[in-house]
Nanobody, 120 residues
Framework: QVQLVESGGGLVQPGGSLRLSCARS????????MGWYRQAPGKERELVAS???????YYADSVKGRFTISRDNAKSTVYLQMNSLKPEDTAVYYC??????????????WGQGTQVTVSS
């Protein structure tokens, strides 16, 4: 059974840094992309960054130059390095895996979310 587990969230002061990790467990054959979404109270969930199977990377304009997405295929883990954090970055961050092929079919998976709070 495939699961995504996020870690690394917490409370940080403005200008600080955090690194989020998303570890996938369970056997898969392939996937299309992994990414990070976030959702702040009262706002729609938005894509923050993603990396597809070919290594193509996307960043939302609001995080360009501050966030870096990376992956370690050997560890089945995707990271989001967040630098120069702003209060506006406060949200629940969710890991996502798209078009994951398993023995039973092709599915999208979501982690349970990790809270990032940027406040003084």
């Amino acid at each position: 059974q495939v699961q995504l587990v996020e870690s690394g969230g917490g409370l940080v002061q403005p200008g600080g840094s955090l690194r989020l990790s998303c570890a996938r467990s369970g056997s898969i054959f392939s996937l299309s992309a992994m990414g990070w979404y976030r959702q702040a109270p009262g706002k729609e969930r938005e894509l923050v960054a993603s990396i597809n199977s070919g290594g193509n990377i996307y960043y939302a304009d609001s995080v360009k130059g501050r966030f870096t997405i990376s992956r370690d295929n050997a560890k089945s883990t995707v990271y989001l390095q967040m630098n120069s954090l702003k209060p506006e970055d406060t949200a629940v961050y969710y890991c996502n895996a798209e078009r994951v092929r398993t023995r039973t079919g092709i599915y999208d998976y979501w982690g349970q979310g990790t809270q990032v709070t940027v406040s003084s």
